[in-house]
Protein backbone atom coordinates (compact mmCIF):
# COMPACT_ATOMS: atom_id res chain seq x y z
CA UNK A 1 0.00 0.00 0.00
CA UNK A 2 1.17 3.58 -1.13
CA UNK A 3 0.14 6.70 0.80
CA UNK A 4 -2.37 7.38 -2.69
CA UNK A 5 -4.00 3.94 -1.01
CA UNK A 6 -4.08 4.73 2.50
CA UNK A 7 -5.87 8.30 1.31
CA UNK A 8 -8.18 6.51 -0.28
CA UNK A 9 -8.85 4.07 2.03
CA UNK A 10 -9.12 6.96 5.15
CA UNK A 11 -11.56 8.95 2.66
CA UNK A 12 -14.12 5.64 2.64
CA UNK A 13 -13.65 5.07 6.18
CA UNK A 14 -13.99 7.92 7.36
CA UNK A 15 -16.81 9.32 4.43
CA UNK A 16 -14.35 12.29 3.75
CA UNK A 17 -13.02 13.63 0.30
CA UNK A 18 -10.15 12.67 -1.09
CA UNK A 19 -8.41 16.17 -0.19
CA UNK A 20 -9.55 15.98 2.97
CA UNK A 21 -8.31 12.90 3.92
CA UNK A 22 -4.83 14.23 2.11
CA UNK A 23 -5.30 16.93 4.51
CA UNK A 24 -5.59 14.79 7.53
CA UNK A 25 -3.18 12.61 6.64
CA UNK A 26 -0.55 15.01 5.50
CA UNK A 27 -1.15 17.12 9.38
CA UNK A 28 -0.97 13.73 11.38
CA UNK A 29 2.49 12.52 9.72
CA UNK A 30 3.40 16.31 10.47
CA UNK A 31 2.41 16.39 13.45
CA UNK A 32 4.48 12.88 14.44
CA UNK A 33 7.37 14.17 12.79
CA UNK A 34 7.63 17.30 15.06
CA UNK A 35 6.89 15.64 17.51
CA UNK A 36 9.62 13.39 17.21
CA UNK A 37 12.59 16.15 16.29
CA UNK A 38 11.47 17.76 19.64
CA UNK A 39 12.35 14.43 21.19
CA UNK A 40 9.28 13.35 22.20
CA UNK A 41 7.84 9.68 22.48
CA UNK A 42 4.25 8.70 20.56
CA UNK A 43 1.97 6.14 21.96
CA UNK A 44 -0.70 5.15 20.25
CA UNK A 45 -2.62 2.97 22.29
CA UNK A 46 -3.20 -0.29 20.51
CA UNK A 47 -1.29 0.72 17.76
CA UNK A 48 2.13 1.42 18.98
CA UNK A 49 5.36 3.65 19.97
CA UNK A 50 7.23 5.83 17.75
CA UNK A 51 10.38 6.86 19.73
CA UNK A 52 13.78 8.03 18.85
CA UNK A 53 16.95 5.78 19.42
CA UNK A 54 20.24 7.06 19.42
CA UNK A 55 22.96 4.76 17.83
CA UNK A 56 26.72 5.01 18.86
CA UNK A 57 29.83 5.63 16.44
CA UNK A 58 31.22 2.53 15.38
CA UNK A 59 33.56 1.04 13.24
CA UNK A 60 32.36 -0.54 10.14
CA UNK A 61 33.64 -1.79 6.33
CA UNK A 62 33.26 -0.33 3.57
CA UNK A 63 32.03 -2.93 1.05
CA UNK A 64 33.25 -1.46 -1.80
CA UNK A 65 36.98 -1.48 -0.87
CA UNK A 66 36.77 -3.44 2.22
CA UNK A 67 38.55 -1.23 4.22
CA UNK A 68 37.29 -0.13 8.03
CA UNK A 69 35.83 3.09 8.26
CA UNK A 70 33.89 4.98 11.01
CA UNK A 71 30.63 5.25 11.01
CA UNK A 72 29.00 8.18 12.78
CA UNK A 73 26.47 8.31 15.56
CA UNK A 74 22.89 9.51 14.62
CA UNK A 75 19.79 9.27 15.81
CA UNK A 76 16.91 7.06 14.64
CA UNK A 77 13.14 6.37 14.31
CA UNK A 78 12.23 3.27 16.23
CA UNK A 79 8.45 2.04 16.14
CA UNK A 80 7.43 -1.06 18.69
CA UNK A 81 4.26 -2.18 17.61
CA UNK A 82 1.15 -2.34 20.20
CA UNK A 83 -0.09 -5.64 21.38
CA UNK A 84 -3.69 -4.93 19.46
CA UNK A 85 -1.69 -4.64 16.10
CA UNK A 86 0.44 -7.28 16.63
CA UNK A 87 -2.08 -9.43 17.57
CA UNK A 88 -4.30 -8.57 14.23
CA UNK A 89 -1.02 -9.19 12.31
CA UNK A 90 -0.29 -13.05 13.57
CA UNK A 91 -3.40 -14.26 13.18
Known sequence: MNKKDLIKKIAEGAELT???ATTALNST???????????NKIA????GI??????????GI???TKQ???IPAKKVVKFK???ELADNVNV
Open 50 to 59: FSIQERAARQ
Open 29 to 39: LSAISESLQDG
Open 68 to 70: PMQ
Open 62 to 64: NPS
Open 81 to 83: AGK
Open 18 to 20: NVQ
Open 44 to 47: LAGF
